[in-house]
């Protein structure tokens, strides 16, 4: 058996994908209760991470939860795999075409919503493109469309919850108050509920913020002068599980 415990935000979609997954299961001959789910809030984590029957734990979420799922898995000698936070990267060289990155950023940052491990969070463009690109960048953000994302022509739609957007705007002050730089978005919207604007930041390597990975349609911009700075600030970072390269 396969226990899912979806976000208790969300219970109905949890149950409709398991009730999907147990319909494709039936077809072939399979009970559907092989997979299935629980609903509840941390004290069902809790007995998840610690019941003996269950050999291996599967878990999505930020860095800092992960490391005590970990531990309480290890400790019961069980099987861990973990999805922590992604903070990818975009690296744009001199010789690229400037709007194949430009497409990328806008489809991982606001139309995958962070829902993807492709999500791009940190773009590093050389010095001698960079005000190009944040032109042709700042104007596709402002041309996004948000709202109720079943509606045609929406590309971005809410947080997944309060708290949420509540974290977002605290990141964004804390990277104000380090000397980052909004150039477009980085508040919520006339809308209600769990809406924000789609943010381009620009700011330091140094900035402590740069470190921790971003759950927020964000895109954080550095300018860089050689290669070799590049890839050196690119990767020193403690997570990140791709860096892809615009060249000619």
């Known amino acids: 058996m396969n226990p899912k415990r979806g976000p208790v935000e969300s219970p109905l979609v949890t149950i409709a994908i398991i009730k999907l997954i147990a319909g494709v299961l ?143 705007l605290q990141l964004i002050d804390a990277t104000k108050s380090q000397g980052g730089k909004i150039l477009t978005g980085g508040s919520d919207t006339k809308y209600a509920r769990n809406f924000v604007q789609p943010t381009i930041v620009e700011i330091s390597t140094s900035t402590k913020n740069v470190k921790g990975g971003w759950v927020f349609p964000v895109i954080l911009v550095f300018k860089y002068q050689s290669w070799e700075e590049a890839i050196e600030t690119s990767n020193n970072v403690c997570k990140g599980s791709s860096n892809f390269i615009y060249t000619d």
């Open 26 to 168: 039936e077809k072939n001959n399979l009970t559907g209760s092989i997979f299935t789910s629980f609903v509840g809030g941390s004290e069902l984590n809790i007995a998840i991470v610690k019941d003996t029957r269950i050999p291996l734990v599967s878990f999505k979420g930020n860095s800092q939860v992960g490391k005590v799922v970990k531990h309480i898995v290890v400790e019961r000698f069980g099987k861990c795999l973990l999805e922590s936070d992604r903070n990818n990267a975009i690296t744009v060289l001199s010789d690229a075409d400037i709007q194949l990155p430009i497409e990328a950023i806008v489809r991982d940052t606001i139309g995958i919503a962070d829902q993807g491990l492709s999500t791009c969070h940190r773009l590093f463009l050389h010095e001698s493109i960079y005000g190009d690109v944040l032109d042709r960048l700042r104007q596709r953000y402002g041309s996004i469309i948000i709202g109720n994302p079943l509606e045609t022509g929406t590309k971005l739609g809410l947080l997944f919850s309060h708290a949420t957007k509540k974290h977002f």
